[in-house]
């Protein structure tokens, strides 16, 4: 029986040794993508202790903020952020910032969080694209928070090259420019897209405006259209 004792313990000490082993194998890139929290504060504690980087990219040029960002999770983004982690530190492949994902993939929560934190909006990725480029899906317009509220005003900037600003041109706008054309409506909805941009008046007017191709538009013709037009 005194034989065995000791080979019990060993039994029990090569186990936890697996243990500690499995987690250690759980990088921070790991980690960002599954979006624990608990598994990240302890990450963060033991980067802290070690001097790690938390900036580090991956294989493919990611930082864990890239992934958190690309994953959308908000809870995971704002402790990156708060431990460090550089909102502007751009991935290997194309040049982008982590603004620049959150926009592309319409994560605007997570584009909030990174703008508070000092993200910039001019910023440019291997092309020359700002992240605002980047932005394609539905923007809600409102002056107020009450049903009615509608925008007075409408601004348009980025790529303009299929006529989707609204400005009549197709040159890049890197500020925001005002769009006439909208100037005596009542605007409820705005949805901007890559190849063409709509709006919806508060008295239900449909306009449609950009490249027509495939019906997109909604209008008997497959034209371009450089100003918003009612359908």
């Not at 082993?21 to 599954?34: G, H, R, V």
């Not at 909208?182 to 007017?205: E, P």
């Not at 997109?216 to 497959?222: A, E, I, N, Q, V």
């Amino acid at each position: 029986m005194d034989s065995l004792v000791p080979h019990s313990g060993s039994v029990r000490q090569t186990s936890n040794c697996k243990f500690s082993s499995s987690i250690s194998q759980k990088d921070l890139w790991f980690i960002c993508k599954q979006g624990s929290v608990v598994e990240l504060d302890l990450a963060l504690l033991s980067l802290k202790k070690n001097g790690g980087n938390i900036d580090a990219r991956n294989a493919f040029g990611l930082t864990p903020l890239h992934i958190a960002t690309w994953r959308n999770h908000v809870p995971i983004v704002k402790r990156l952020l708060a431990a460090g982690a550089d909102p502007d530190s751009r991935d290997g492949e194309s040049g982008w910032s982590s603004l620049h994902r959150a926009l592309h993939f319409g994560h605007l929560a997570v584009a909030s969080v990174l703008l508070q934190a000092g993200a910039s909006l001019t910023l440019e990725d291997s092309k020359c694209r700002t992240p605002v480029d980047l932005l394609s899906g539905p923007v809600f317009l409102a002056t107020g928070n009450a049903s009615d509220s509608v925008a007075t005003e409408v601004f348009s900037w980025g790529s303009g090259t299929n006529y989707q600003l609204g400005t009549g041109n197709a040159h890049i706008q890197k500020l925001p420019c005002k769009v006439d054309a909208l100037q005596s409506s009542y605007i409820k909805i705005i949805a901007a897209s890559k190849f063409h941009s709509v709006a919806v008046g508060s008295d239900g007017q449909l306009y449609t405006w950009g490249y027509g191709r495939g019906g997109r538009l909604g209008h008997p013709d497959f034209d371009v259209h450089r100003y918003m037009v009612s359908v």
